[in-house]
């Protein structure tokens, strides 16, 4: 096959911005959006003038049709590239590829990217599930009474089954990923939590509990891209954009060709390729996290573990910040934030953070090269990011 | 009380699917060209686009892939049937499909569970394919 066209250092991130993060009922899914993209913009130092392309992705709890468009009327901004896309959690990542190839190719030059929604307090918690219900197929999962966390319940029974993983280990992730939210002051959880606490949570598919399962946060997450030539003269320190990959197998998990293999292990090997770089030159890692076992699965597809070790990385504290490999520094979507598409955005996000450096406790030291994941669907749709903070 | 489960919905794709299902068969995709069976009927062969497909009668057979117990319903329509089983079955003609495990022991479902065809009823005459474990 034709190798893609490189797009290593062609593109930067040049400015993040999350919104008010937890229960924010004084404010609308738009509303949170634009706050984001308001301090995107401040982050870059740029003016609202200077954005000539925005995409963004969908929203469960808002009653819009073409959500890019409509972002845009309600920023006030007329681009000359703008869309929304669908393709679930993997949604951010794959907007940054669109972003970086339209920058490259010179059809904009600031692109704004924004995803979120007031998926805590925009409905009722009952009604948020089951509008995602929709992730199962309408005519031969939903009548069997499925659910999201259900479909990947069984993928973590079949990984259990395979390798033998834990469901210690399976806890082990929300309690170190919850210890790392901590450490960030916009975090959706503010508590610790213990493993008594995962493995005594109320249980939702087995093996999965409450607190194997991602929040239900109102949030909204932004940052904006231009090309690496305009990043120079910006006021924020630039993170440059080293290698992006994506992967599609199914949408349906009856339709999974496997459930112990997954698209990711080619997301990520496009990604390294186009960086010339491997798992070992990775400093943090942000890895999606909507429920305990899926990072157990990418860090394994991703080759930083053989397959079946991710569950011992995590219960070794490996991936907690100080750890061989921090991940999910800000606390990921089980403990930072989850609202829609912004999930995987805020991976984005922390990891131009940590190669910006200065985040205090949780700052990964030295952290030069940062690598992204986002997956959708039931680890259906997959994007890999790897970037760092010097073109190397 | 009144069945208030979702009832199977059919479509172009899918009628002889749900016919089938009324008359106590569980029909599944073959492709006259390539040979291969698929689960979830389509317009054309996921393997090599042929539309000449016929309609097979699968043996109702089959083993556990993976299962989860759904002990919290997202659906409220399910909310009275909590604790309950979801499975991957794949069927011993190949293709892989969600169903139910029903019965008095499913909630010892396991991993690699013989399986084999009943038919739950959702009112109207309308017939869900679901599974039992094999007594063993
Ligand atoms: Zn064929």
């Not at chain 1, 004084?26 to 401040?42: F, S, V």
């Not at chain 1, 309600?74 to 703008?82: D, E, M």
């Not at chain 1, 929304?84 to 959690?89: A, C, D, F, I, W």
């Not at chain 1, 704004?112 to 197929?137: I, K, P």
Request: aromatic letters at 6%.
């Amino acid at each position: 096959m034709k190798q893609p066209t490189s797009l290593k250092n062609k593109i930067a991130i040049v400015g993040v911005g999350e919104s008010e993060i937890g229960r924010v009922p004084h404010m609308t899914g738009l509303g949170l959006n634009a706050q984001a993209c308001k301090r995107a913009l401040d982050d870059a130092g740029l003016k609202v003038s200077d954005i000539d392309g925005l995409l963004t992705a969908y929203s469960f709890t808002e009653p819009y049709f073409m959500l890019g468009s409509v972002m845009c009327e309600y920023l006030g901004i007329q681009p000359r590239f703008n869309a929304s896309m669908v393709v679930g959690g993997g949604s951010p990542a794959i907007m940054l590829k669109h972003a970086a190839e339209a920058i490259a190719s010179g059809q904009a030059e600031v692109i704004l990217v924004c995803a979120g929604e007031n998926r805590a307090t925009g409905q009722s918690r009952d009604a948020a599930v089951s509008t995602l219900l929709a992730v199962g197929h309408p005519y031969f999962e939903q009548p069997y009474g499925g659910s999201i966390p259900g479909y990947y319940a069984m993928i973590a029974q079949r990984h259990m089954y395979k390798y033998g993983t834990t469901r210690e280990q399976m806890a082990s992730v929300a309690v170190n990923t919850r210890a790392n939210a901590l450490l960030h002051p916009n975090a959706h959880m503010k508590k610790p939590i213990s493993m008594d606490d995962v493995l005594s949570a109320k249980p939702i598919a087995d093996p999965l509990g409450m607190l194997d399962c991602c929040l239900l946060s109102d949030a909204g997450g932004a940052f904006i891209v231009t090309s690496a030539e305009r990043a120079k003269d910006l006021k924020c320190k630039p993170v440059y954009l080293q290698g992006i990959g994506e992967f599609h197998t199914h949408e349906h998990l009856m339709c999974a060709p496997s459930l112990t293999e997954f698209g990711a292990t080619e997301s990520g090997r496009v990604a390294y390729e186009m960086a010339g770089l491997g798992p070992k030159d990775i400093d943090v890692a942000q890895l999606y996290d909507c429920f305990s076992i899926v990072p157990i699965i990418e860090l394994e597809e991703l080759g930083f573990v053989k397959p079946g070790e991710g569950g011992a990385f995590f219960a070794e504290g490996r991936g907690r910040v100080g750890g061989d490999l921090p991940i999910n520094t800000h606390g990921g979507m089980l403990s930072h934030a989850h609202a829609g598409a912004a999930g995987g955005l805020f991976g984005i996000v922390e990891a131009v953070r940590q190669l910006r450096g200065g985040l205090g406790e949780r700052q990964v030291n030295g952290a030069e090269v940062a690598l992204v994941h986002n997956e959708g669907g039931i680890l259906s749709s997959h994007c890999t990011i790897i970037l760092a903070n010097d073109k190397g | 009380m009144e069945n208030t489960l979702p009832k199977p919905v059919s479509n172009a794709d899918s009628q002889p699917y749900w016919q089938g299902a009324r008359e106590g068969k569980l029909l599944i995709r073959k492709c006259s060209a390539c040979g291969q069976l698929h689960f979830m009927p389509r317009y054309l062969c996921p393997t090599c686009w042929s539309g000449d497909l016929e309609w097979v009668e699968a043996s109702g057979k089959g083993s556990v892939h993976s299962y989860t117990i759904i002990r919290r319903a997202s659906d409220p329509r399910f909310a009275h049937l909590v604790p309950y089983v979801v499975a991957l079955v794949d069927l011993q003609e190949g293709p892989r499909m969600m169903a139910n495990v029903l019965g008095e022991n499913a909630l010892e479902t396991k991993i690699g569970d013989a399986v084999s065809l009943v038919f739950e009823d959702r009112g109207d005459g309308d017939q869900l394919p679901q599974f039992k474990r094999t007594s063993v």
